[in-house]
């Protein structure tokens, strides 16, 4: 199985459990790793035959831009519902960073794998 990566997706959104977290924007941090098979992209040159990355990243803004989960958990497991079942895909690793949540520590967040792997 091949692996399409779209890493260091900022997204703004409503996010966390206190009540100030509730009344403002906080951005959430996304890499992805999706499982594909860019054999027949590779040969055709052709965008319809790969997973499009640019439409990924256009979804997942509008998704989660609108959404307003109160944790990282349930906004990780949508994302990954929204790859896989959307774009095709049969594996997604979702890692989700809720940077500055936790003082002093830069990241903190979930990393979650979903689907089928393929070797």
Do not use: C
Request: aromatic share 8%.
């Amino acid at each position: 199985m091949d692996i399409i990566y779209l890493n260091d997706l900022r997204i703004d959104t409503v996010i966390g459990i206190f009540d100030w977290e509730r009344r403002i924007r906080q951005t959430v941090v996304f890499d992805l790793e999706m499982g594909a098979d860019i054999r027949k992209a590779a040969a055709s040159d052709d965008i319809a035959d790969t997973l499009n990355y640019k439409a990924v990243a256009k979804r997942l803004i509008q998704f989660v831009s609108e959404s307003e989960f109160q944790l990282v958990e349930t906004l990780a497991e949508k994302v990954a519902a929204i790859i896989l079942d959307e774009f095709d895909v049969p594996w997604v690793r979702v890692r989700l960073n809720k940077q500055g949540a936790v003082r002093g520590a830069r990241d903190v967040g979930v990393i979650i794998e979903r689907g089928r792997r393929e070797h």
